[in-house]
């Protein structure tokens, strides 16, 4: 029994700070939006297949994701290797910087620290196996607003002293190559958008605005919704019977400023629409800082399925 019970110690790591937001996610929460139940899930869903590939994990394990860094901070207790992908979020291992976008090991003692956001939002950590947490409406994914998800299933964020714990050992150990892993977003970057069924109840003056000049990340942002500013868009519609929110849906409310839907959205909604965001829009999109300007450009639907198909096929 004793030698039970410190196997299981040591097989963890432990919060020593914890920063302003470190969530647990995984694939999402699906089957259950007629229940009022948002989705979830990773928004950069790319950097957290990316770092689940480095390790050989199944690519919808459950990992962390880091908001800002703020000065997350963890101590193992046993020799490990993670991942870490997406945002160069100044990651350090006993003070000396960690790239992103590749796997590395810690030793027992060894502190792992996030700092400050360096390029992007959003960095993806992945442990052997996945983390272990209860698995709540088939989902481990973290939802605040819904209070599901997370280690004590009350979608809250890591606090200090929590102990992430994991479920194997690391399968593989891969490389990404060069200019094929995650990309964080650059200035001026171009947002793929599939028109909707309301598009024509906008002003053709509105429309012009829309996709013919940046728009500014506003700092109203979190994972239900970014909001975008710019000129205001008008049309016919003040409001629609509600109707189902898919992910990355452009939403324009009475003030005329899109907002564009993320993860942890509401299931339904009674505003107009200009359409919705690809996945990989939306990917690229939960990478902005606020103030970065972003474009938004519309594709037809086959070319959104043709691209997203693509990118799946960057992990066989």
């Not at 939002?121 to 992945?126: K, M």
């Amino acid at each position: 029994m004793n030698h039970v019970a410190i196997n299981k110690k040591q097989n963890a790591m432990v919060v020593k700070q914890a920063g302003p937001l470190a969530l647990i996610q995984d694939a999402g929460r699906f089957g259950v939006g007629h229940l009022g139940v948002t989705q979830g899930g990773a928004a950069d869903w790319i950097s957290f297949r990316w770092a689940n590939w480095l390790l050989g994990n199944a690519l919808n394990s459950a990992a962390l994701e880091i908001v800002m860094g703020g000065g997350l901070s963890f101590e193992t207790e046993s020799e490990v290797r993670l991942a870490l992908t997406g945002a160069d979020l100044d990651a350090q291992l006993d003070g000396k910087p960690l790239a992103p976008n590749t796997s590395f090991k810690l030793m027992p003692g060894q502190c792992l620290v996030f700092r400050q956001p360096r390029q992007g939002l959003r960095a993806y950590l992945a442990f052997p196996g996945g983390l272990n947490a209860p698995e709540v409406l088939g989902s481990r994914a973290c939802t605040a607003r819904e209070q599901l998800g997370g280690l004590h299933e009350d979608g809250k964020p890591l606090k200090v002293g929590n102990r992430l714990t994991w479920k194997g050992t690391a399968s593989a150990v891969r490389r990404i190559a060069e200019g094929q892993g995650p990309q964080m977003p650059a200035s001026n970057c171009r947002l793929p958008i599939v028109l909707g069924s309301q598009i024509a109840a906008f002003s053709g003056r509105s429309l012009f605005q829309a996709f013919n000049q940046p728009w500014t990340v506003d700092n109203r942002a979190d994972r239900m919704g970014v909001r975008l500013t710019g000129p205001a868009l008008h049309g016919s519609l003040t409001g629609i019977i509600s109707e189902g929110i898919p992910l990355g849906a452009v939403q324009v409310p009475p003030d005329g400023q899109p907002i564009v839907l993320m993860n942890d959205r509401q299931t339904i909604g009674g505003y107009p629409r200009l359409g919705a965001l690809t996945p990989i829009a939306c990917a690229t999109l939960a990478q902005c800082l606020p103030g970065t300007k972003v474009w938004l450009t519309p594709i037809c639907a086959s070319q959104a399925q043709r691209q997203y198909r693509n990118q799946l096929a960057s992990w066989d």
